[in-house]
């Protein structure tokens, strides 16, 4: 059984700053990324960003430059700082765990999501 609690979303004006937290827990056997997806209200899940074990970050168009992933590969533990924030970057986010218990197999892992609200 594997969990991801999430923590760290709430309500900020524009411009502000929020840090969200993942940690995962369980049986986790090989991760191949770990990474932060969201959904704005209305609209369908889109990734934010990405680390891939192992490897560089990737990050939507519409964050680069103003949010952050990092990772605490000892704790299963995957962080989004967010900074200058957006109204259009109201959404509930979700963490994700990519990992593959054996060749040829992949599955994905899902927190519950944060909610994410920005506004004056």
């Known amino acids: 059984q594997v969990q991801l609690v999430e923590s760290g979303g709430g309500l900020v004006q524009p411009g502000g700053s929020l840090r969200l937290s993942c940690a995962a827990s369980?049986?986790?056997?090989?991760?191949?990324?770990m990474g932060w997806y969201r959904q704005p209200p209305g609209k369908q899940r889109e990734l934010v960003a990405t680390?891939?074990?192992?490897?560089?970050?990737n990050y939507a168009d519409s964050v680069r430059g103003r949010f952050t992933i990092s990772r605490d590969n000892a704790k299963n533990t995957v962080y989004l700082q967010m900074n200058s924030l957006k109204p259009e970057d109201t959404a509930v986010y979700y963490c994700?765990?990519?990992?593959?218990?054996?060749?040829?197999?992949?599955?994905?892992?899902w927190g519950q999501g944060t909610q994410v609200t920005v506004s004056s």
């Open positions: 994700n765990v990519r990992e593959s218990p054996r060749s040829g197999y992949v599955r994905d892992f």
């Open positions: 680390m891939p074990s192992g490897g560089s970050a």
């Open positions: 369980g049986s986790l056997f090989s991760i191949i990324a």
